[in-house]
């Protein structure tokens, strides 16, 4: 069953057309990788989904429902967590404060994100400020997940970290797909890592979906050509 629709997506910021045209469906479970190199939109589809940019043209669903016109906090009741490149977490509050400040009923609490990662539990009471950008971005996917989400959405999540955590939120990412059912939108630049979570990959250029399909039909020649740098 398709949980997120988008059909013909374009959006401008200002008179400056940012996309031209995103097809775009995730699945009930389902991990997709949304890839291309810089400024190619992928960050822009995420704010046309979370309400956060304006659709000028196009659909967008989200478990049958239109989110073309509703604002950003309506979207998040409806299921959708986003982790925001850059993190966003609020600096002056704890890790504890973080996370409850977005909860909402089911089945992800503070126990279950410090389960998942551990290092949160033991800074339960340090502000987000004096946390590493690691545990940063550890806090910001667990503030996500309390929103009890169907679909999280990783918005460069592991760019910018040392190799040891960057493989320590890769593992959470393939617990949570292996064991909660939660359909995932990630964007990152690792093809490696992707592989082996996603289940497709639709890859944009230029503000346009230029190709979708498994990750292993991915051919040097798709990589090369939209890819490479």
Do not use: H
Not at 38 to 54: A, F, Q, R, Y
Not at 156 to 184: C, F, H, M, N, Y
């Amino acid at each position: 069953m398709t949980l997120l629709s988008l059909n013909g997506v374009t959006a401008s910021y200002g008179p400056s057309q940012a996309l031209f045209g995103i097809d775009l469906d995730i699945a009930e479970g389902e991990v997709v990788a949304l890839m291309g190199r810089n400024g190619m939109g992928k960050s822009t589809t995420i704010k046309t989904i979370c309400g956060m940019l304006p659709v000028s043209d196009g659909d967008i669903s989200f478990a049958s429902k239109d989110l073309r016109k509703l604002p950003s906090y309506k979207i998040a009741r409806l299921g959708v967590g986003l982790v925001p490149e850059g993190r966003r977490c609020f600096a002056p509050l704890t890790v504890e404060e973080n996370l409850i400040a977005a909860a909402r009923p089911g089945s992800w609490d503070f126990a279950m994100v410090a389960e998942l990662f551990p290092r949160l539990a033991e800074r339960r009471d340090q502000t987000a400020s004096s946390l590493s950008g690691g545990e940063q971005q550890m806090l910001a996917i667990g503030r996500a997940l309390m929103i009890n989400p169907r679909l999280l959405i990783l918005d460069e999540a592991t760019e910018g970290l040392a190799p040891v955590v960057r493989q320590e939120i890769w593992a959470a990412i393939s617990r949570l797909k292996r064991d909660s059912g939660l359909s995932i939108l990630v964007v990152d630049k690792t093809l490696r890592e992707l592989a082996a979570v996603a289940d497709r990959a639709i890859i944009l250029n230029k503000g346009r979906s230029v190709w979708a399909g498994a990750m292993d039909t991915l051919t040097p020649e798709l990589k090369d050509r939209y890819l490479g740098v």
